[in-house]
């Protein structure tokens, strides 16, 4: 019962030893391609610093948006208060939120100026 093998398990062999040849040949064409563009570094993500959340930092952030204000003499968009005060776009929108409530500044055309 016992079935015999036959040789039709050569002749896959003999086949499958021709497509390897085609195979290792574009192997060396991405390595090949690999040594003449380098791998780029992915950046690592910049770590956000945390902001405090307190009427503390908050009204001192509503001071630094005040200042660059009243030193520019003009209307200044959120980004630019940013550069001006040296402090990050959220941090604008905390001390702009401040002056707002307060009524020390008003918009004109999507920029901020003061009252």
Same mark, same amino acid.
């Given at each position: 019962?016992?079935?015999?093998?036959?040789?039709? +398990?050569? %002749? #896959? !062999?003999? /086949? *499958?030893?021709? @497509? &390897? $040849? =085609?195979?290792?040949?574009?192997?060396?064409?991405?390595?090949?391609?690999? +040594?003449? %563009? #380098? !791998?780029? /570094? *992915?950046?690592? @993500? &910049? $770590? =956000?610093?945390?902001?405090?959340?307190?009427?503390?930092?908050?009204?001192? +952030?509503?001071?630094?948006?005040?200042? *660059?204000?009243?030193?520019? $003499? =003009?209307?200044?968009?959120?980004?630019?208060?940013?550069?001006?005060?040296?402090?990050?776009?959220?941090?604008?929108?905390?001390?702009?939120?401040?002056?707002?409530?307060?009524?020390?500044?008003?918009?004109?055309?999507?920029?901020?100026?003061?009252?």
């Amino acid at each position: 019962m016992a079935e015999k093998k036959s040789t039709v +398990k050569a %002749a #896959p !062999a003999k /086949k *499958a030893a021709a @497509p &390897a $040849k =085609k195979a290792a040949t574009p192997a060396k064409k991405t390595t090949a391609s690999a +040594k003449k %563009a #380098p !791998a780029k /570094k *992915a950046a690592a @993500p &910049a $770590k =956000k610093a945390s902001l405090a959340i307190n009427a503390q930092n908050v009204g001192f +952030k509503a001071g630094d948006v005040y200042q *660059a204000l009243a030193a520019s $003499k =003009k209307a200044l968009s959120v980004a630019e208060i940013a550069k001006a005060a040296k402090i990050s776009n959220e941090e604008v929108l905390l001390g702009l939120g401040w002056l707002l409530k307060e009524g020390k500044v008003k918009d004109e055309a999507e920029k901020v100026t003061l009252a």
